[in-house]
Nanobody, 123 residues
Framework: QLQLVESGGGLVQAGGSLRLSCAAS????????MGWFRQAPVKEREFVAN????????VYVDSVKGRFTISRDNAKNTVYLQMNSLKPEDTAVYYC????????????????WGQGTQVTVSS
């Protein structure tokens, strides 16, 4: 059974920080590129960041560059999203996802998805 489980979400004031974790099981984690996506109320799910299999490449949406950092630990089957200087517009459900292909921005290229973790940033 392939499973992705996000954790680390919560309520934080603007300017604060959170670190999201996504624990993977049921597949060979190191063969997959990983991504983080988010979905705010009444909005489409959007790309946030991704990371290649061996962490040689990372990509971020412009709105989080300099504030968010994606990383992974293949020995622990875990991908992280460190979020600093959070803004109210970062409020969303955050999802991790896995793709056997290249680390890309397109949602439909990701094979597996977690259930999401809520991040709420208050002003």
């Amino acid at each position: 059974q392939l499973q992705l489980v996000e954790s680390g979400g919560g309520l934080v004031q603007a300017g604060g920080s959170l670190r999201l974790s996504c624990a993977a099981s049921g597949f060979i984690f190191g063969t997959y590129a990983m991504g983080w996506f988010r979905q705010a109320p009444v909005k489409e799910r959007e790309f946030v960041a991704n990371i290649s299999r061996y962490s040689t490449t990372t990509v971020y949406v412009d709105s989080v560059k300099g504030r968010f950092t994606i990383s992974r630990d293949n020995a622990k089957n875990t991908v992280y999203l460190q979020m600093n200087s959070l803004k109210p517009e970062d409020t969303a459900v955050y999802y991790c996802a896995a793709t056997y292909g290249l680390a890309v921005r397109q949602l439909d290229r990701y094979n597996y998805w977690g259930q999401g973790t809520q991040v709420t940033v208050s002003s």
